[in-house]
Each structure stands twice: as C-alpha cells, then as structure tokens.
C-alpha cells in the first residue's frame, strides 16, 4: 500500500494561480524507463513565498528509443542513453540548482520481464551515472516500480491536472494506460458494492485533504500492447523462437518479417494460405484476454481518460487528432479495427501490426475490462501543456519525501 502522507496539498494547478514573479524557481527531474523507451521529465515548480503554495510552472520532455530493456546484455550502453537525456537538465536547469535537483528513475514492465540479474546491471549503470552527475542523488534512485504504483501515480497526475485533487467539488476520473509491456486501471469506487467484490491486492489506500481514498487499480504485465502482439501470435513464453515463423489472420496475407522485443528477435507473417480479416482477428485476439481481467462492474457506467498506445493508435487511424486527442467511445476502436482488418492492403503504409493493435484494444476494452460499447474515453496526451504520465505523481511523492516541498 501506498503511504499515506498528504503529499498534494501543497500543489495546486499552475492555471489556477497566475504567475507573476519567479521568486523561487525548483526542480524534479524523472524518468520512465518504459519497455519502449526512455524518457525525461523535467518539471518546473515556483514557490512565490513560503506561505504560498508552489505551484507547476512548466515541463522540459525528451525521449529515446528504444528502452533500457533492449541493452540487458550491454547495461553500460543501456545506461549511456540515460546520460545523453540527463545533459539536457544540465542544459535546463541554473547550475546554482543543481545540487538541490533530485534525480530518479523508475522502470516499469521492460525491466520487470527481465530476469532479476540483468534488470540490477542495467539499474546499476544507470546510478552510477547519476553519482557522476551534478544532482542530488536519492538513496533509492533508480528502481523498478512497483505495478500498482504505476496505475496510482498516473491517476494522480492526470486528476492534479484536471484540477480535481483540490477544492470541493471533486468528480475524480479514472485512467487507463497501455504501454508496450503492461496496462493499468485506475479508478475511484463510488459504491461500497464495488470495494467488497474487488480482490483485496486491486485496492490500495492513501490519504489527502483529510480523505482517504480507496482506488482501485491493477497493473496487467504482459497485456501491453507489444506483449500483446506476442501472445497473439503464440510467441510470448515460447523457449526458442529462433527460426520460428509465427502467423497470425491480424496479418497482411503476404506478409512476412522479421521484430525486435526485448532483445529477442521474432518471424512473423500472415496468414498465407487460411482466413484473413476482422472476424478471425478478434477470435485470436480474445484468446489472448478472455477469462484474464478482473470485471469491476462500476466501470461500466463511467467515462475514463485514455492515453499511450491508446492514443497513439487513435491518431495513427485518425479517430482523434495529434494535438487535440478528443472524446472516443469504444466501439469507435471497433468500427475502426474492422475497417482496417477487412482493407488490409488500403492500410499497408502503416504498421503491419494496426489491424492486430486495434482488434487487441477492442477485445482489451470490451472483454477484458469490460466496458460497454458506448463507454466513453477521454483521450489525452497533454493537460495544461503537461504530458499525461505518472511521472508527475511520482515527481511530486519524491519531493515530499525529501522535504523540498514541505
Ligand atoms: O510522457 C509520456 N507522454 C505521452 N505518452 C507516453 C509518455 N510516456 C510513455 N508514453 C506512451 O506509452 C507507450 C509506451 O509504453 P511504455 O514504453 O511506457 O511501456 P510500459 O509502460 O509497458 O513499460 C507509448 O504509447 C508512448 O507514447
Ligand atoms: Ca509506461
């Protein structure tokens, strides 16, 4: 369970406050060491005086490709990624700062996969990157976070931004993440019915503005999108890929190629010969999450923010634009995936993999997760110029526990 300070009192929305002067300018420097990539965020806090509450003035973002977890047999070159984002804090932030700005990363479903001696070489190359740096280095700098924690802070991020972590009126919003790796659900309960069907190890507690709150949330590992595409095709688990040539329906019919995941290469092609299309597509897909995903039949009813590969699949399929996102319902993914699958060769300038990826969205929503077809999702990147990430909730746990922000 999370602990239960009151770490948000002191942070309030920077477009609640108006900025004036930078009496006091500090920092937070984060990174997500993703299964997909790695990136910073570099968060800006003014405190105007000590008895004003400091306020979130901007974010500096920058990401690589691939994630740490592709350099599990090359840790120092894994960590030397990690070195070329942390010089642009050099950049950003004034050297008289530097010492006072803490630096961490976290790491979440590419490390997790890994074995546990190939996930420690690479965190320990990365913090010995960051003792050599000018920062404040925290004892537990570098780490692989904890699933639920994941699902939680992205919750806080998203709910701080949208103004709905202060003053009265709170109608907090539930998240949804898709990484490459893992997904997490997040939610608030509203009814008692809901805590008392929901597994014990889905719920995790904290406290805030003299509330506790209960969320629930669950961080599925191998249900990312990546791992997904994996378990679709019958290659995730399998002992020795090599050679193999994994086919799938979700796959153009002439299709054959070759991925990189996890530092595993895989062949993979379509169905030459058998069905291709929707309908045999989300047979496959459903075998991947039917039966796997804890149903909270309260969901049903709400609307949720949506983002990372949910996103992304949304812009690549023009359902949403780049820089706005907007409001999807579920079966929109759906009408769109059966576009996509039944047009293959209308869609093959992009991904091979859109088709699989959309029908996988749709099973995960509708049977995994269950929601109804006309559940809407709020799809968002960006709130207030701010990426939708965890890192921001965890920025503001790591300043609170440092005592930066009091
Ligand atoms: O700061 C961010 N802003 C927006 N999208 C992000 C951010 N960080 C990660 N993503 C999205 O997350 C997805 C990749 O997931 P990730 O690599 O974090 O896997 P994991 O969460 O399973 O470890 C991509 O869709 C990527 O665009
Ligand atoms: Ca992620």
């Not at 997790?112 to 700098?141: H, I, M, N, W």
């Not at 688990?237 to 799938?248: H, I, L, T």
């Not at 190629?257 to 058998?274: D, P, T």
């Not at 091979?352 to 929503?365: Q, R, S």
Request: aromatic share 12%.
């Amino acid at each position: 369970h999370l602990n239960r300070e009151m770490w948000f009192q002191d942070f309030l929305p920077s477009n609640m406050c108006p900025i004036n002067a930078k009496d006091n300018t500090f920092y937070g420097i984060m990174f997500d060491a993703g299964s997909t990539g790695t990136r910073i965020h570099i968060y800006t806090f003014v405190q105007k005086s000590p008895e004003n509450l400091p306020e979130l003035e901007g974010e500096i973002f920058e990401s690589v490709k691939p994630g740490l977890s592709a350099y599990a047999d090359q840790p120092e070159k894994g960590a030397e990624t990690v070195k070329r984002l942390l010089d642009m804090a050099i950049d950003a932030v004034p050297p008289h700062l530097w010492k006072k700005t803490p630096v961490v990363l976290k790491a979440t479903a590419g490390l997790r996969l890994l074995s546990e001696e190939k996930a420690q070489s690479l965190l320990l190359e990365v913090r010995e990157v960051f003792e050599e740096s000018p920062f404040l280095v925290p004892e537990d700098c570098v780490s692989i976070m904890d699933g639920s924690y994941e699902g939680v802070l992205a919750w806080i991020t998203v709910n701080f931004l949208t103004g709905q972590l202060s003053g009265q009126n709170q109608h907090t919003v539930g998240t949804l993440d898709l990484g490459g790796a893992s997904t997490q659900i997040t939610f608030l309960p509203r009814f008692e019915e809901t805590l008392k069907e929901t597994p014990g190890d889905f719920l995790t507690s904290f406290e805030m503005f003299n509330s506790t709150y209960k969320l629930y949330t669950h961080s599925y590992l191998g249900f990312g999108l990546k791992a997904a595409r994996l378990a679709t095709l019958g290659a995730l688990n399998v002992e020795a890929v090599d050679g193999q040539m994994f086919r799938s329906s979700c796959l153009p019919k002439q299709l054959e190629a070759e991925w990189h995941f996890g530092g595993v290469k895989y062949r993979y092609g379509g169905n030459k010969e058998g069905e291709t299309g929707f309908k045999p597509c989300y047979l496959e897909v459903l075998k991947v999450v039917k039966g796997k995903l804890h149903q909270p039949e309260e969901i049903r009813g709400r609307s949720f923010y949506a983002f990372s590969y949910y996103y992304d699949r949304a812009v690549d399929t023009n359902l949403i634009d780049y820089e706005q996102g907007g409001v999807l319902e579920v079966r929109d993914f759906e009408r769109k995936a059966e576009e996509v699958c039944d047009n293959m060769e209308r869609y093959n300038s992009a991904s091979p993999f859109l088709c699989m990826d959309l029908a996988y969205i749709t099973a995960l929503l509708k049977e995994g997760f269950g929601f109804r077809d006309n559940t809407l999702l709020q799809l968002t990147k960006k709130v207030n110029n701010i990426e939708t990430s965890w890192t921001l909730g965890a920025t503001f746990h790591l300043l609170q526990s440092l005592g930066i922000t009091y």
